[in-house]
């Protein structure tokens, strides 16, 4: 007998068939693979649908003595499900999770039903209780390609039910026989289709293997290759630095009118050797700096610093690059944004950089220098802003690989060496931080320099960050230069600048006020720097004052071979405000 359930709210009953004999199995089977058919499973599902079915129907009727098979449509999730539930009055499962983990044995086969019902479905959940019954419900979900079930078809699902009666139980074995055999041509179908993929996939790996070998081998080209350039471009730097300082040095001496004057045309000429100098040392530093980071041989040295004295050096040193007055330099200094305490030497040179590429390729307009702090991510952002001539988006990656360049027609004009921007990078990783790129072509740029507030411990930088001011004693018979240094010094507001005119006056000043630092001239009459420096470190009263020692002469193996191991020196040639800032706070840090 089949009776067609009542609709619910929630769920929709199809069809209730009793399990009281070994026809109602069949119906059983048959019914679920009818509906199956009806809605929209395919061949092998609806095989599948019906062989859970049929078992856990035998077991109601074969164990417990009969059941019910009721068949559920649940229309709400998507897919819609196919529900079927199989319950009898038995006595029930003793040990139900015996039976589910496998380990249950029997002779008859009981529980290898639930077992396969449980494999073949996408649902599955069971209830039995001693002397209760059990109730199984398997669900399979509906194709996700088939439309939708509606209550109108389920509708007409349920009134061919009802006329189709048919439960021959041999037809339904041929049935059930004709469905074997073509599961078994499928299963045999897919066997021959996996050994031949298993063939091609076979060939396939031995070609991936022999791929992988090969790159292997290429990479570690590559790496033995890049290490190689690296600590010959790492050991080279004394080599490649040594002739450039002295051209540019002769330079400076033919310029000066050291050795007589010069004619306009021998001075023209001078001044070319002396710029295409520069221009190569700028090359040599950059490229020798890169291969440094890369092969891990530069150290971080943090140094105490605010904003505001970092765009103070800047200001001062970049000014002179402002060629037309149609570009506007502008430092804007913010009020909340925390002290830093990180090598303010590296984010000198990466801001330089950025600030320098920005006035080359900005016609009008400004260069903005601005700083703000994300307290989110605990990071420090210095922006450089430009209205230049902007970068298209294709190329925004290939400006930070090494000697490439943008073709456009003020690249034509402006000198560059392509490896400002890659070093700028591999510092800004260095300090912990990243350099970004937003930049829309015609509309100019943004360079951000992003790097986390503190790198190291800041309480090193306590005696330096601290409010006292810092003696400076220089010992310099030229000048000139005492006023430039002068100049220099006094302006900053955390040193206090005192000054000697030979090296007997200087040793003097030195004994009697006790400076932080000496800044020291090598050549002078009466007493040379090699002497002062000497009777300084005699002097238990001096030893320990740290002492930077300032020099025309080249800066060599040679000359540092007769100076105590670790002495600063800086050359005359190289003096700016901001080199002169940098070398007296490492100098106070050092001494702290």
């Known amino acids: 007998m089949v009776t067609v359930m009542a609709a619910s709210s929630k769920v929709w009953p199809i069809v209730t068939v009793p399990i009281e004999g070994e026809a109602d199995v069949v119906t059983v089977r048959q019914r679920a693979h009818r509906l199956a058919e009806f809605l929209g499973f395919d061949r092998q599902d609806q095989t599948r649908i019906a062989t859970a079915v049929s078992e856990l129907a035998r077991n109601a009727f074969s164990y417990a003595g009969g059941g019910r098979a009721e068949f559920i449509l649940d229309p709400t999730p998507a897919p819609q499900v196919f529900y079927v539930r199989i319950s009898d009055k038995g006595p029930g499962i003793a040990d139900i999770q015996t039976i589910l983990d496998g380990q249950y044995r029997s002779k008859s086969g009981m529980g290898l039903g639930i077992l396969g019902a449980r494999r073949l479905m996408d649902h599955f959940k069971i209830d039995s209780k001693a002397g209760k019954g059990t109730t199984v419900e398997i669900g399979h979900d509906l194709p996700r390609r088939a439309a939708p079930v509606t209550r109108v078809k389920l509708a007409e699902v349920s009134t061919i039910l009802q006329k189709d009666r048919s439960s021959d139980p041999l037809e339904a074995l041929r049935q059930q026989n004709r469905e074997l055999m073509q599961s078994l041509d499928e299963i045999r179908r897919k066997e021959e289709e996996s050994k031949q993929l298993d063939q091609e996939l076979s060939d396939t790996n031995r070609g991936v293997v022999a791929l992988y070998a090969e790159l292997d081998e290429r990479a570690e080209q590559l790496r033995r290759a890049s290490e190689l350039k690296t600590k010959f471009l790492s050991n080279m730097s004394h080599e490649f630095r040594t002739p450039l300082n002295s051209?540019?040095?002769?330079?400076?001496?033919?310029?000066?009118?050291?050795?007589?004057?010069?004619?306009?045309?021998?001075?023209?000429?001078?001044?070319?050797?002396?710029?295409?100098?520069?221009?190569?040392?700028?090359?040599?530093?950059?490229?020798?700096?890169?291969?440094?980071?890369?092969?891990?041989?530069?150290?971080?040295?943090?140094?105490?610093?605010?904003?505001?004295?970092?765009?103070?050096?800047?200001?001062?040193?970049?000014?002179?690059?402002?060629?037309?007055?149609?570009?506007?330099?502008?430092?804007?200094?913010?009020?909340?944004?925390?002290?830093?305490?990180?090598?303010?030497?590296?984010?000198?040179?990466i801001l330089r950089n950025l600030i320098s590429n920005a006035l080359k390729f900005t016609e009008q307009g400004e260069v903005r220098v601005t700083a703000s702090f994300d307290a989110v991510k605990g990071r420090v952002n210095l922006s450089v802003r430009d209205t230049g001539i902007g970068i298209a988006p294709q190329d925004h990656v290939r400006i930070f690989e090494e000697f490439s360049q943008v073709d456009t027609k003020i690249q034509k004009r402006v000198k560059g060496t392509g490896l400002g921007l890659p070093l700028s990078r591999s510092l800004a990783e260095l300090l912990g931080g990243e350099l970004l790129l937003e930049s829309v072509l015609g509309q100019g740029s943004v360079f951000t320099l992003s790097i986390p507030p503190e790198r190291g411990d800041p309480s090193r930088a306590q005696r330096s960050a601290d409010n006292t001011r810092r003696r400076v004693l220089l010992i310099d018979d030229d000048e000139t230069f005492?006023?430039?240094?002068?100049?220099?010094?006094?302006?900053?507001?955390?040193?206090?600048?005192?000054?000697?005119?030979?090296?007997?006056?200087?040793?003097?000043?030195?004994?009697?006020?006790?400076?932080?630092?000496?800044?020291?001239?090598?050549?002078?009459?009466?007493?040379?720097?090699?002497?002062?420096?000497?009777?300084?470190?005699?002097?238990?009263?001096?030893?320990?004052?740290?002492?930077?020692?300032?020099?025309?002469?080249?800066?060599?193996?040679?000359?540092?071979?007769?100076?105590?191991?670790?002495?600063?020196?800086?050359?005359?040639?190289?003096?700016?405000?901001?080199n002169v800032s940098l070398f007296l706070r490492d100098a106070t840090l050092g001494a702290s």
């Open 247 to 349: 051209v540019l040095a002769l330079s400076r001496l033919l310029l000066d009118r050291i050795d007589g004057d010069l004619t306009p045309e021998q001075e023209r000429q001078v001044g070319y050797i002396r710029r295409s100098a520069e221009s190569l040392l700028e090359l040599v530093n950059d490229l020798l700096d890169l291969a440094k980071v890369e092969a891990g041989k530069v150290d971080v040295k943090p140094s105490a610093f605010t904003v505001g004295e970092l765009f103070g050096g800047l200001r001062g040193a970049l000014r002179p690059l402002l060629t037309s007055q149609a570009v506007e330099l502008t430092f804007d200094i913010p009020d909340k944004v925390p002290n830093l305490f990180t090598d303010e030497a590296k984010v000198t040179q």
């Open 482 to 578: 005492r006023y430039v240094m002068r100049q220099i010094i006094s302006n900053e507001p955390r040193y206090e600048f005192i000054e000697a005119v030979d090296g007997d006056d200087g040793l003097k000043v030195a004994r009697e006020q006790r400076p932080d630092v000496i800044i020291l001239d090598l050549q002078m009459p009466t007493m040379d720097g090699f002497t002062v420096l000497q009777e300084l470190n005699a002097d238990s009263r001096t030893s320990v004052t740290p002492v930077i020692v300032s020099t025309s002469l080249n800066v060599n193996a040679e000359l540092k071979a007769r100076l105590p191991a670790g002495t600063r020196v800086i050359s005359k040639n190289t003096i700016s405000r901001e």
